[in-house]
């Protein structure tokens, strides 16, 4: 994604990424599933309680591809689930699609 | 250090399997119980807890237990409607599992008996009841700390990392291993060289996470449900053919491993056989990887 004009940060758990979450809404939310201690489904549980992240636009990207996990990313509003591997440009497409980044070799 | 034991209560996975072709193996679903001194720690709760439970009402030295569910799928807990001290008065049961909080563990604890699918709730239940929530992935049990961590299985699964003695025993009853290196294979015309470039990172970041839950165990009592054949028409269903377990546990230096999780199909002659092949593979690897099949009634001191 270092070829599109979008601020990403990173976070390495639920736990990092909460305090982040609590004053920051981001255009596009991107989880993973299995995550030390808490799993990326359980994060987004949580985070669909606050009135900041009802309609956070989120999309999984996950190697823990299963009918049940999809299935709870649909109830909790998830708009994309990418299982991996993905193509560069799969991902690409989404970003692109949710946040309307532009690829920065178009501003060049 | 207390004098500690392990036992397997049941080791399919499923279903049951009662019939007389497989009790050499056994026919109960998961449930291990470690014990050590007056601490008991019961890791699922398949129709295996039923057997322990009748044995636990005819001692008097323990009255308390934690069960550490991985799942709530019905192997798992299938035998708590019919665990003879949840309804005797003077018993506690502390349960962990995956859920936000204690009341959404016990509300899936509690799920399955509810009419009409059987007669009485848990408030019928006379033994104390706790629900456990962890500050982290971390906490202790009388000498055992246990930690847990989500593995490959539908729905959030943990797999447990119990250290005790010394000894790190892992119990991780249903997980995929080398979960993306299938769907990579299965869909490796789709994607560039430079694409297998990153999907080689992508492989080993999903193995450091694996690893840090198998490295160097004492014990590891992992999923091996399907032969090759029988995984090829099951990939993606949660459970590991036992090769992979094998070669997941010699990557991860692991001492002793237990498959577990047999398929209810499997009969005696067939858990034999898988065995057999298990032993061969870890010869010509030249691993010194210890491989058990798990059978009902094994008892490991640790």
């Known amino acids: 994604m270092e070829n599109l004009d979008i601020d990403l940060t990173v976070f390495a758990s639920a736990e990092e990424a909460w305090p982040y979450?609590?004053?920051?809404?981001?255009?596009?939310?991107?989880?993973?599933?299995?995550?030390?201690?808490?799993?990326?489904?359980?994060?987004?549980?949580?985070?669909?309680?606050?009135?900041?992240?009802?309609?956070?636009?989120?999309?999984?990207?996950?190697?823990?591809?299963?009918?049940?996990?999809?299935?709870?990313?649909?109830?909790?509003?998830?708009?994309?689930?990418?299982?991996?591997?993905?193509?560069?440009?799969?991902?690409?497409?989404?970003?692109?699609?949710?946040?309307?980044?532009?690829?920065?070799?178009?501003?060049? | 250090m207390s004098k500690a034991q392990l036992r397997f209560w049941g080791v399919r996975g499923s279903y049951a399997a009662p019939f007389s072709s497989h009790l050499g193996v056994g026919g109960n679903t998961s449930c291990v119980e470690i014990r050590a001194g007056d601490h008991l720690l019961i890791c699922d709760a398949g129709t295996g807890i039923i057997p322990l439970g009748n044995e636990l009402v005819q001692q008097d030295k323990i009255r308390e237990m934690l069960v550490i569910l991985t799942h709530y799928?019905?192997?798992?807990?299938?035998?708590?409607?019919?665990?003879?001290?949840?309804?005797?008065?003077?018993?506690?049961?502390?349960?962990?599992?995956?859920?936000?909080?204690?009341?959404?563990?016990?509300?899936?604890?509690?799920?399955?008996?509810?009419?009409?699918?059987?007669?009485?709730?848990?408030?019928?239940?006379?033994?104390?009841?706790?629900y456990l929530s962890p500050k982290s992935d971390s906490f202790q049990y009388g000498p055992m700390k246990i930690n847990f961590s989500n593995v490959h299985h539908p729905g959030i699964t943990?797999?447990?990392?119990?250290?005790?003695?010394?000894?790190?025993?892992?119990?991780?009853?249903?997980?995929?291993?080398?979960?993306?290196?299938?769907?990579?294979?299965n869909r490796s015309d789709e994607f560039s060289e430079e694409e297998h470039d990153l999907f080689r990172e992508m492989i080993q970041e999903e193995h450091q996470s694996e690893l840090n839950l198998f490295k160097d165990a004492d014990i590891l009592i992992h999923d091996a449900q399907y032969t090759s054949d029988d995984y090829d028409k099951k990939q993606g269903w949660g459970h590991s053919c036992y090769i992979d377990t094998?070669?997941?546990?010699?990557?991860?230096?692991?001492?002793e491993l237990y498959l577990f999780h047999h398929d209810p199909n499997y009969d005696d002659a067939s858990m034999e056989a898988i065995h057999k092949h298990s032993n061969k593979i870890i010869k010509e690897k030249g691993s010194s990887l210890v491989c058990h099949i798990a059978k009902e009634g094994t008892i490991i001191d640790i």
Request: glycine letters at 4%.
């Open chain 2, 246 to 255: 094998i070669n997941t546990a010699i990557h991860a230096n692991v001492k």
């Open chain 2, 158 to 185: 943990y797999g447990y990392k119990i250290e005790i003695n010394g000894k790190t025993i892992i119990y991780a009853s249903d997980n995929e291993c080398m979960f993306i290196e299938k769907s990579i294979k």
């Open chain 2, 73 to 130: 799928h019905w192997d798992h807990v299938c035998g708590l409607p019919f665990f003879v001290p949840a309804f005797v008065p003077d018993w506690k049961i502390n349960f962990f599992g995956p859920g936000a909080n204690p009341g959404a563990i016990e509300e899936h604890v509690s799920a399955q008996m509810k009419a009409p699918y059987f007669p009485v709730g848990t408030e019928t239940w006379l033994a104390e009841t706790n």
């Open chain 1, 21 to 108: 979450l609590q004053s920051n809404t981001p255009n596009l939310l991107i989880l993973s599933i299995i995550l030390p201690v808490k799993d990326g489904l359980s994060l987004l549980r949580e985070l669909r309680q606050l009135p900041a992240h009802q309609e956070t636009p989120v999309i999984i990207v996950s190697s823990k591809d299963y009918t049940q996990d999809r299935n709870v990313a649909k109830e909790l509003g998830v708009l994309e689930f990418i299982p991996k591997p993905m193509s560069m440009q799969t991902i690409t497409d989404v970003v692109v699609k949710y946040t309307q980044a532009n690829l920065k070799s178009d501003n060049n």
